[in-house]
T-cell receptor
Framework: GAVVSQHPSWVICKSGTSVKIECRSL??????MFWYRQFPKQSLMLMAT?????????EQGVEKDKFLINHASLTLSTLTVTSAHPEDSSFYIC????????????FGQGTRLTVV | GQNIDQPTEMTATEGAIVQINCTYQ??????LFWYQQHAGEAPTFLSY????GLEEKGRFSSFLSRSKGYSYLLLKELQMKDSASYLC??????????????FGTGTKLQVIP
């Protein structure tokens, strides 16, 4: 199946700093990527939908100025958590849809962010 | 909006069969997914149903009834490694008019010897 690589797997940062997370589709082109957040023992919550070459679509309640998404190419989307705070500590996961496909079935490995 | 309901936890015996149910409400239904997620890891795709009926893939099968807003994931010949959370996810149309996949809270399955 298609491979999605997410980097880093985990990161610890100080409060007030910014963290960038990368999501790459390794063997396919992904016009659409999705960013999720998952708190312990909770479900995946969609944060935003990232479309190549255009602005991301954010879900209600997600601050677009805090969670910057860039989808500059068909194989790379980035999520930058700006001015991170301890409450942003979570598991962030991306998924990618194969161009022309019906499903966004392929997830990255996830990034465990801890803000101290 | 979209609403998905599945049991929080289940326990089953190694070698047995277990059925995990999922009920949903959504507008513009366009597919139901099942994922497996081990603790601390990203979800792994298991199945996708968009038409009524049973889809079989090895030890795993998934069933969908669109009229009842109901699906189940059937796991046969359970193995210890099947202990994980199983997420039901539905693609539908949200209030903004665009398609979105919503995840259930997941069913934590524990397989015991």
């Amino acid at each position: 199946g298609a491979v999605v690589s997410q980097h880093p797997s985990w990161v610890i940062c100080k409060s007030g700093t910014s963290v960038k997370i990368e999501c790459r589709s390794l063997d396919f082109q992904a016009t659409t990527m999705f960013w999720y957040r998952q708190f312990p023992k909770q479900s995946l919550m969609l944060m935003a939908t990232s479309n190549e070459g255009s602005k991301a679509t954010y879900e209600q309640g997600v601050e677009k100025d805090k969670f910057l998404i860039n989808h500059a190419s068909l194989t790379l989307s980035t999520l930058t958590v700006t001015s991170a705070h301890p409450e942003d500590s979570s598991f962030y996961i991306c998924s990618a849809r194969v161009s022309g496909g019906l499903t966004e079935a392929f997830f990255g490995q996830g990034t465990r962010l801890t803000v101290v | 909006g979209q609403n998905i309901d599945q049991p929080t936890e289940m326990t089953a015996t190694e070698g047995a069969i277990v059925q995990i149910n999922c009920t949903y409400q959504t507008s513009g239904f366009n597919g139901l997914f099942w994922y497996q997620q081990h603790a601390g890891e990203a979800p792994t795709f298991l199945s996708y149903n968009v038409l009524d009926g049973l889809e079989e893939k090895g030890r795993f099968s998934s069933f969908l009834s669109r009229s009842k807003g109901y699906s189940y994931l059937l796991l046969k010949e359970l193995q210890m490694k099947d202990s994980a959370s199983y997420l039901c996810a539905v693609r539908g149309t949200n209030s903004g008019g665009y398609q979105k996949v919503t995840f259930g809270t997941g069913t934590k399955l524990q397989v015991i010897p």
